[in-house]
């Protein structure tokens, strides 16, 4: 049922209109008469009407100044303005209210009717919006959790595939390339680090505490990214955009998460705690993961951040540790440029401070050195020589001044940083290579995508996108062709028939293999032998 207010200070007025609506929309509307602008805006109040008719020229407050004071109370009404002939461009020029149609004086029946109807298909589609946002808004609050706990499983558990990060950042509305993870952990009691009687703890916090303790975690982060409870505790990923958390910020965060451990306990009969891991780029979130348990396990506290405690490396004051991780995040993202530059800065820096102890100058090179080409032989596609390495040390003692030791040690730096930038595509490569010289080998055989992926040693599915990206075309359809391509050479010799030829390309039926044929060259094999053969 529509509420519908109508304003005028003539009775006639009121009573023609609403004898014509109950008339031509029986049981539709509930009606209320007002006639003043006071009135009006006083019935509007407690009424609440979808829709107002209102007259402009009223005793006191006018139709135009009512139509404003009820716009604050009722932003969607819908206005309908009465006026008289002579008052009708006052009116439009007046007006800027949002009305959505004018009715001159004297009305008649079909002009209500119609302006009536227009007004409830407004008033519908609006409540139909508003319902399917709604819906949508209750199916997102369903969805998220999911597409949260997905995310925090792949950074976590390192399950990453760098498109399905991006997607769910997209999802999530993350900008950021890092953050920090906070773990919270319950039990039935805290004894020193430890909760006692994690299982059930962990059963009861599942079924009937997990949507309250994430609507409380939310209260106090709203930028967090919340997982599915996991033993006795929940994986909390927190973006930001800044690298390294200052002192006034962690105390900040320590003491905010105090405040939220107290609502927990206090919303649950289960107690709780919360460690806190370092910044880290998105893609070593398991490092600030493994932080926050370390940092609860080392102290009993109920709140403990990793660079609160001394398990936490430590470094002297002028000691550039962010350039120091900048130089081997650059070197693992395959960043050469970039990493080459810090690890110069880096190197400066040193000489810079330390030029009368060369010897820690040359340790510190060897220690990076070692580091990168660590992580260049853990990136695959190189093999490890046990004594590949064994002149590092003679070339370092021996090098005469600064000069020698920078180059050895960019040299060095140069080269891993290459490796590591070209080694992915460089094994795709040889995977691809290996495919196809089987491929070649092997074709007039009943070879499938499966066979293929365990003769390189790489599941199927990871094979067929690999094989799909490199070549633009699936396994399937360039197998074909290269079958295809054969036969046609084949059929240009008089010394093959049809169904020598489709066995030697791998099609032991002779009409699957003129319908493969056909399908690629529009011709059948005999008409091609007959147009190409020798």
Known sequence: MYRILLADDEGIVLNSMSFLIEKNFEGKFEIETAKSGRAAIEQAEHFRPDIIFMDIQMPGINGIEAMKEIRTMLPSVIFIVLTAYDKFDYAKEAINLGVMEYINKPFNQKDVVAVLKAAMDKIDDRQRRRREDLQTKERMETVMPIIENGFIYSIIFEEQIDEDIANYKDLLGINSTGGYIMVVVFGENQQGSLMTNVVGSSVKAQTTYYNKVRELIKDAFPEAVVGNVSANRIP???????????????????????????????????????????????????????????????????????????????????????????????????????????????????????????????????????????????????????????????????????????????????????????????????????????????????????????????????????????????????????????????????????????????????????????????????????????
């Open 236 to 534: 909390i990923f927190i973006p930001s955009v800044e690298t390294h958390m200052e002192l006034s910020e962690r105390g900040a965060i320590i003491e905010k998460c105090r405040t939220l451990v107290r609502s927990l306990n206090s919303a649950t009969d289960i107690s709780y705690r919360i460690g806190i891991g370092g910044m880290r780029r998105m893609k070593n979130a398991a490092e600030s993961y493994e932080e926050a348990i370390k940092a609860l396990v080392s102290t009993s506290g109920s709140v403990a951040h990793i660079d609160d405690l001394p398990i936490s490396v430590s470094y002297e004051e002028n000691y550039p540790a962010a350039l120091e991780s900048e130089i081997f995040e650059k070197l693992e993202d395959g960043d050469t440029d970039t990493c080459l530059i810090k690890a110069s800065e880096f190197f400066d820096w040193m000489v810079t401070g330390y030029s009368d102890d060369i010897m820690s100058i040359r340790l510190k090179c060897l220690e990076f050195v070692l580091r990168a080409e660590s992580m260049m032989y853990r990136s695959g596609g190189l093999t490890y020589e046990f004594s590949s390495r064994k002149e590092y040390l003679q070339e370092l003692l021996s090098a005469p001044d600064t000069d020698a030791l920078k180059a050895w040690y960019m040299d060095k730096f140069k080269v891993a940083a290459g490796n590591i930038s070209t080694g992915s595509k460089d094994r795709t490569h040889h995977v691809i290579k290996k495919a196809l010289d089987y491929i070649d080998k092997n074709f007039h055989k009943d070879i499938s995508l499966d066979e293929l992926a365990g003769e390189l040693g790489i599941s199927s599915y990871y094979f067929s996108k690999l094989f799909k990206e490199e070549k633009g075309e699936g396994f399937v359809e360039y197998l074909t062709g290269r079958r295809v391509d054969e036969a046609k050479t084949l059929l240009k010799s008089p010394e093959h028939s049809i169904k020598e030829v489709g066995v030697a390309c791998g099609y032991s039926d002779p009409n699957y293999f003129s319908r493969i044929f056909k399908k690629a060259t529009g011709m059948t094999p005999t008409e091609y032998k007959d147009k190409n053969g020798e």
